[in-house]
């Protein structure tokens, strides 16, 4: 029995071509530190690196490369950001669609005098924009979104989101973890102070790779999160202050980065827009084959240019978690059954607490895969 990969939303797999030969490269030729030596591979893990930064500014419409920070995830881009922003008094404002990369730190932080509201969203993960205002206080600090649901698919209206913003003062941080490499992203035309990314999932690269690009208003408020030796002002037992130094210290995940590198490569190579155009051809392909099956729900809206290749079924009654082994054991077909660390967009979405079977398709899926998982869930169903 083949096995069927559908799990993408989680990590991204297969990955881009030559991610492999580049991090094996890294490791047999080139081996060194960055910003730790004066030689000619330290230069060229340095050149990598940098170039990285200029290829992330570039598909983010972000001017600034030393602006871009890197990080092991996403999750480390939130806690750095929102951790080192709120103070007690403090207010936010999310989607009630949060995954618990922004959700636990908030919980955290409200011990701590930090307050936060969910803007509303309807049944199919629609953020209400006539919401957002009035939860603004006067110590209404930031409005903290992530761009696309990882339970549902829904893609959120953010460039409305960061009209509101800007208009009322506030920083607005973008958690991209379901949409960088799969939608067009335009820090300018979203207003966006910070735009957090991973490279694990939709820009195809290894695990342990990410960060976040932020504007330097926005970043002169948040101290550093962790301190140590960066390579720069060796002479110095203060943090460097500047960019990208600030919230770069130690040493770099340098392999993860060579393979993002070569992600970043094959995406800039491929275009996002064939990549999105595939993925919107095997998503339509399968709400298309399942969506009149009864006692089965899908979750989200089955606007196809709203959303993303992330489909939640609902088979309850029947019990999920069921589902999705008899779907790995019967059919080889990989699937995330429930919560996906997300249990605020489960209430939302009033798929809490029986949670969701989630099919996660990337450009590599094939049509035929497709063909097999909707026999699989037909011939379950019956």
Known sequence: MNKIYMDNGATSFPKAPKVSEAMCNYIEKIGTNVGRGAYENAFQAQRIIEETREMLCKLFNFPTTSNVIFTKNITESM?????????????????????????????????????????????????????????????????????????????????????????HKLFFIIDGAQTAGLVDIDMARFNADAFAFTGHKGLLGPQGTGGFLIHDALANEIPPFIEGGTGSKSDSEEQPMYLPDKYESGTPNTVGLFGLHAALSYLSETGIEKIRDIEHQRTLQFIEGIKDLADLRIVGTQDINRRTAVVSLDFSPRDNAEISWMLEQNYGIATRVGMHCAPSAHKALETFPQGTVRFSFSSFTTEEEINIAIKAIKEIMA
Request: charged share 20%.
């Open 79 to 167: 806690n750095v950001m929102l951790k080192g922003l709120l103070k007690d008094g403090d207010h936010v404002i999310v989607s009630p669609l949060e995954h618990n990369a922004v959700m636990r730190p908030l919980t955290s932080l409200a011990s701590q005098g930090v307050s936060f509201d969910k803007a509303a969203c309807d049944i199919e993960g629609h953020l209400v924009i006539d919401s957002i205002e009035p939860l603004i206080k006067a110590n209404t600090k930031a409005i903290v979104m992530t761009h696309a649901s990882n339970v549902c698919g829904t893609i959120l209206d953010l460039e409305a989101v960061g009209k509101i913003a800007k208009k």
